[in-house]
T-cell receptor, first 111, second 114 residues
Framework: GESVGLHLPTLSVQEGDNSIINCAYSNSASDYFIWYKQESGKGPQFIID?????DKRQGQRVTVLLNKTVKHLSLQIAATQPGDSAVYFCAEALSGTPLVFGKGTRLSVIA | NAGVTQTPKFQVLKTGQSMTLQCAQDMNHNSMYWYRQDPGMGLRLIYYSASEGTTDKGEVPNGYNVSRLNKREFSLRLESAAPSQTSVYFC?????????????FGPGTRLTVL
């Protein structure tokens, strides 16, 4: 079985409800942020990104919010579905440097 | 267009054995990366290649070597495997340099070192 994801914080959400996954990033100089979704046995998959000159960006059913004052990033998923069950990672980068990934949050959707 | 491919998918080694993990991308991306993923640790960068002909150390390079064989291929070698290298290894690529752009990940190689 998949060993990745043990010891991760877990968020349990009822199907149809909205989910909010939070991330505290470390480098106040970071100017690019990404959210990835990782399903069991697969590689991370891009969800949405945001640059530091923005504080909100919307995609299909997802919204990313950036609060640079407190170095906080959040991912909101509207009308959560069973297929949203996965581990979600935030990542940050400063121009010219590789992404640095957070430890991840497991989202469990209750049908 | 297969994206990023990795071989093998699974591997079991004994301590001290060597092996090479292969990665290839068909998106004409300039930059490629190797990460390891351990429980509760997220993804940690081992090595990266910002462009063909260059390689740089990441956060956890000890015990590994890499080769950027050409623009498509970036291999990761374990010369003398140790149990601490038991992990899931992901290769990724990005369109250009270290520009702020989406990284595409391969499916991973699950390595166990006994």
């Amino acid at each position: 079985g998949e060993s990745v994801g043990l010891h991760l914080p877990t968020l349990s959400v009822q199907e149809g409800d909205n989910s909010i996954i939070n991330c505290a990033y470390s480098n106040s100089a970071s100017d690019y942020f990404i959210w990835y979704k990782q399903e069991s046995g697969k590689g991370p998959q891009f969800i949405i990104d945001i640059r530091s000159n923005m504080d909100k960006r919307q995609g299909q059913r997802v919204t990313v919010l950036l609060n640079k004052t407190v170095k906080h990033l959040s991912l909101q998923i509207a009308a959560t579905q069973p297929g949203d069950s996965a581990v979600y990672f935030c990542a940050e980068a400063l121009s010219g440097t590789p992404l640095v990934f957070g430890k991840g949050t497991r989202l469990s959707v209750i049908a | 267009n297969a994206g990023v491919t990795q071989t093998p998918k699974f591997q079991v080694l004994k301590t001290g054995q060597s092996m090479t993990l292969q990665c290839a991308q068909d998106m004409n991306h300039n930059s490629m990366y190797w990460y390891r993923q351990d429980p509760g640790m997220g993804l940690r960068l081992i090595y990266y290649s910002a462009s063909e002909g260059t390689t740089d150390k990441g956060e956890v390079p000890n015990g590994y070597n890499v080769s950027r064989l050409n623009k498509r291929e970036f291999s990761l070698r374990l010369e003398s495997a140790a149990p601490s290298q038991t992990s899931v290894y992901f290769c990724a690529s990005i369109r250009q340099g270290l520009a702020q752009d989406t990284q595409y990940f391969g499916p991973g190689t699950r390595l166990t070192v006994l």
